[in-house]
């Protein structure tokens, strides 16, 4: 019932987002348009003899791979991840910290595979949506092998003693291989950057997630903490190095999330 | 008149003359006046000194696969040895890393067409630098989080003028694709690009400078770069 109650909300507030964003998202579409075109600007190009030829072709490489994305919640989302940066921290950080400093890194992993082991219904779904049927059924070998050899999924033997690679694929990328473009950029609560594609991937992975359906919902939601948590402590440091080297963090993260993500999308 | 058209010729020719000379890295006198002239830069910097033992042995400096393979080997000697200061491994790193990247064709590539005409020389030097600097750092926070894993090249894929050189990085619970794009500049293979899992550090930062000139200014650039990360 609650489950139920999220999804509602979360569809909610991307539809209204859609809504209200629609005249704004036209202007900024046409701002995306207007940009890659140096061709457009004949004063700057012939006063600029700096780009000789070989730099003109990898100019030209650049602006083809350029990321378009409409970002017309930019003011709310901009909120979003500074709220997301302070969380981090102020509770996420130290919280994982903690946690790393007490749980040694066997037993770490061990937890690490046995969520990975448990989401398997996201991936193995995924990959037959997307016509990755060898994938999928590697990932039910790996599901049955880890649950049973690996002792409930804690170790990974499928990859150590099979050499058989999970398959990262998620409902977003399932989506976007049918041709569902991005949509509106979002930064989510917690979950950080995302689009109105994977929010919606998102919220299809929950239903497949067991963890959702442990009861009372304390619970799940408390196994989802942990779980995040268990995560974190092997990624102490990433976000670090990311905001150290970007001079607009949230332009930056956008950024490199949807280059991420298409580059997925398309493997 | 036709004796000074000689004497300009004259002029030129041994004007071209001791130009060549100063950049033939084979005259042994060259080679002699670099080294001695680095030695004397600061007599009294051990960094100097650590280089030589610690620098990449790059055998075919023409061969990219081997130059990038040598240069991270390097690397993460330097990062693993147990008797170096965090600075000092940290400036050794810049050093050693610092020649296989063209800083200046990628502060040139940040900003593109679009932009980069706008800055004047004394802007263009300084973005220059201090978009150098901001890379070194980042490079260096990056390359922190990723020296326990174990690297292996595949095969480079050559388009055109460039090279692809795609790196892998695995450990237990990690899987970090790198690629390395280089362009030969001056008979020389170097870096003018990283994409790290798919993203690109010359298109992310293109958004950045691209977003903010949009707003404001060089000026307001060039004060946000030489702003040391807010943490």
Sequence with gaps: MRLQAWAIIVVLAVITAGCTASKKTAADQQHILAAPNPIAMPSESSEDDEFDLIDEDLEKQLEEQKVKISDPLKPVNRIMYHVNDKLYFWVLRPTARAYKAVAPKPVRTGIRNFFNNLTTPVRFISCHLQGKHKAAGRELHRFAYNTTVGVLGFGDPAKDKLGLEPADEDLGQTLGKWGLGNGVYLVLPLFGPSTVRDGLGLVGGQFLNPVRYVKPAETSYGISAGQITNENSFRIGEYEAFKDAAIDPYIAMRNAYIQYRNKKVQE | ?231
């Design chain 2, 1 to 231: 008149m036709k004796s000074l058209w000689c004497a300009l010729l004259v002029f030129l020719v041994a004007g071209q003359g001791v130009d060549a000379g100063d950049k033939d890295p084979n005259d042994p006198n060259e080679l002699l006046r670099a080294k001695s002239g680095a030695v004397v830069e600061d007599p009294n910097d051990p960094n100097e000194l650590l280089l030589s033992k610690w620098d990449a042995v790059v055998k075919d400096p023409n061969d990219p696969n081997e130059l990038v393979r040598a240069k991270w080997d390097a690397v993460v000697k330097v990062l693993q040895a147990k008797d170096l200061d965090k600075k000092v491994k940290e400036r050794l790193i810049g050093k050693i890393v610092s020649p296989m990247f063209d800083f200046p064709l990628m502060a040139k590539l940040v900003l593109g067409r679009r932009h980069w005409p706008k800055l004047t020389p004394p802007q263009r030097e300084k973005f220059t630098r201090l978009f150098t600097e901001r890379l070194k750092t980042s490079y260096l926070e990056k390359t922190k989080l990723y020296t326990d894993e174990k690297a292996s090249l595949k095969p480079a894929v050559r388009k055109k003028t460039v090279i692809y050189i795609p790196m892998q990085l695995l450990s237990k619970d990690k899987k970090i694709a790198i690629l390395y794009k280089l362009r030969k500049v001056d008979k020389r293979w170097k870096i003018y690009d990283v994409e790290i899992q798919g993203v690109s550090i010359l298109l992310t930062y293109r958004s950045q400078f691209d977003d903010i000139l949009r707003r404001g200014t060089v000026t307001d650039l060039l004060s946000k770069l030489e702003k040391r990360p807010a943490r």
